[in-house]
C-alpha cells in the first residue's frame, strides 16, 4: 500500500513514516518544510511541496499510485492562531480542501485526518467524549471543525471514507532516539521544560497556581507520540476493512498537572529546574482530559507508553543523542 503523508517532515508525520515502513507500508511525505525537517525523513520517498500547489501534488498522487492519505500538514499553535488568523484558514482550511479535492479527482478516496481537540472548547464534562458538544473558541480550534465538517459532507456527496483522530497532547520522542520535538517557536510544555533545564530559556513558567485541581495548576492529558501512531496505522485498517467514516479522541485518559509534569521531568534527569508562578494566562482551562474508550473498543488501540515518566523519559533519552 502506498500512503501519502502531508507534514511527513514534522514531528508527527515523521514518526509516522518510521513505523509505517517498519510495518510494510510504502510512504511519501509531502512536506514545503516550513517547520519540518528534511532529515527527519529517512524511510520512504521525499517531495518538497505545498499543498497550494494542486499540480505538484496531482502528479504525485498519481505517480507514486497512492492508495491512502494520512494527513498532518497543518499549523498548530493556538495563541498564534488568535493574533494571525488567516494564516490558519489559508494552509489549515483552504490548503486542506486543496488536498481533498486533488485526491478525489486522482480516485484516492481513503483519508486520516489529524484533528484536535481543540474543537471541543471549553469542557463541559471530564473526561471528554466523541459526543461532547463542538464549540472552538479559537481560529486553530475552528479550522479542525470546519475540516471535519468538511469531511463529512465530501463522505456523503462524493463517497469520501476517512478518519478523523482529534489529539489531545501528543509528547514523547521516538524511544530509539532518532525522531523528537523540535518545534520552532516551542509551545508545548515538556520540552519548554527540557529548554529549562538545559539553558535554552532561563525558566519554565507556570501560568496560575490557583486552579480547582489537587495542585492548583492546569491538568491536561499527554499522549505518547507512538502511542498516537499506532493508533493512526490501527486506522488504516479500518479503512482497509470498508469502514466508511469514524472520529476518535486520542488521549490517556488520565491527566496530570503543570506541577506534576515538572516534578516528573525533575525526577527522571535528576536535575533542578527554574520555576517561576506568574499569572493565569486568559482562556486557559483547569482540566482537559479527553476519554478514549471508543479508540480502544473499536481500533483495539492500548497505548504501550501510558506513563508520565515513561513518556518525559523517552524525550530525556532523545535529547541526549542531539
Partial sequence: MQILVT???GYIGSQAIKLLNQQGYNTVAYDNLSYGYRGSVNWGEFIKGD?????KLKKTLLDYRIDM???FASYISAGESVENPPKYYQNNIVDSLNLINTMLSCGVNKLIFSSSAAVYGEPQEAPITETHP??????YGMSKYLIEKALKVYADVEGLRYISFRYFNAAGADPDGELGEKHDPETHLIPLIFDALTGKREDIKVFGNDYNTPD???????????????????????LENGVKTQIFNLGNGAGYSVKEVIDAVKKVTGHKIPVITTA???GDSSRLVGSSEKARKILGWNPKYP??????????QWLKTQ
Fill in 7 to 9: 507534514g511527513g517532515a
Fill in 51 to 55: 499543498l497550494s500547489d494542486t499540480a
Fill in 69 to 71: 492519505v494520512m494527513h
Fill in 134 to 139: 463542538l464549540n472552538p473558541i479559537n481560529p
Fill in 216 to 238: 492548583g495548576t492546569c491538568i491536561r492529558d499527554y499522549i505518547h507520540i507512538c502511542d498516537l501512531v499506532d493508533a493512526h496505522i490501527l486506522g488504516l485498517g479500518l
Fill in 280 to 282: 493565569r494566562r486568559p
Fill in 307 to 316: 506513563k508520565l515518566e515513561q513518556i518525559v523519559s523517552t524525550v530525556w
